[in-house]
């Protein structure tokens, strides 16, 4: 394997989209919420587990995430990424209180803008939200945005069991489009109502669990109307897109099937009338957590190659070898440098 090195010899710079970290203050916050019991399944079994295991891989991923300056520069350099985009690690504020969670997003904002304010050419933030904190989701999004410089908003999926398109988080959605920046949908683990024979299998973390209810969640933007609320609303979703182009298809045929037999009374057509359009449209698509060249090419095939963007999931999967596996791409190199740095510096406008 030839030596990583960042700086774009290759021909475009690395620029990993979904990356993620924790101040030591939400790790306490969280030791508390499991200390003090009758928590979410989902966050028990996630939580419960990274937070008391002393494996190697549980310890590794903790001394990282709450890190922002030589332990993760050094941990570039040595794959070879120029800048991280960086966001509040899943669930975030989301099994909080909203008060708990709005305090917390808003110490997570401070901390993070002062790292990228120190590493200007290496890190790019991400704001924190409650979004059901309602308005002051909204406030919080304009002053990370236009106060401290971040470039987007993540949302570590379902809140408390609840979703984007309920209109009491309108804030959050209105506040994005209107300071214009993009939405990181990323996953958390799926709510009680969803979570039980996953459960019961292991599958409810990342290897499976994460992408289906995070999935979900795009498409109930969808087709419950939030694009055409806020049609110029953008949202980035990770992991190819949690399997989504693989289904447009048949989300095409099938939706609009029951549109046309008026299946479900709160169901209304859509402007864009197709699924597909909304994700053609309003959605971004990083390869976060797979390196896999068969899937990022039918993803560009079929969203668009200007709509599908390199992220690597540090810390969680960071394998260098993968870094190599995404360069060796058989892909022309304007493509390659559009998947790797260019729209990525044209969604986060860097
Ligand atoms: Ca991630």
Redesign the pocket.
Known sequence: MTELKTGGSQGYLRIAT?E?FAPPEMIEAYRKLLAAGDVDPGFYSLMGFYINSQAERPRFIFDRLQDLGELRLADMDARGIDRQVIGLT?PGTQVMTAEDGHALSILANDRLSEACRKYPDRFTGMAAVAPHAGEKAGQEIERAVSKLGMKAVVINSHIHGEYLDDPKFGATLEAAEAMDVPIYL??QTPPADMIRPMLESGLDGAIFGFGVETGMHALRLIVKGVFDRYPKLQVII?HMGEALPYWMYRLDFMHQAGIRAARYDFLKPLKKEKVSNYLKENFYITN??VAWEPAIKFAQQVIGEDRVLYAM?FP?QCPPEEVTILDNMDMPLETKKKFFQTNAERVFKL
């Open positions: 979904e993620a899943a990323h996953p990770g976060s957590g999931d969680y």
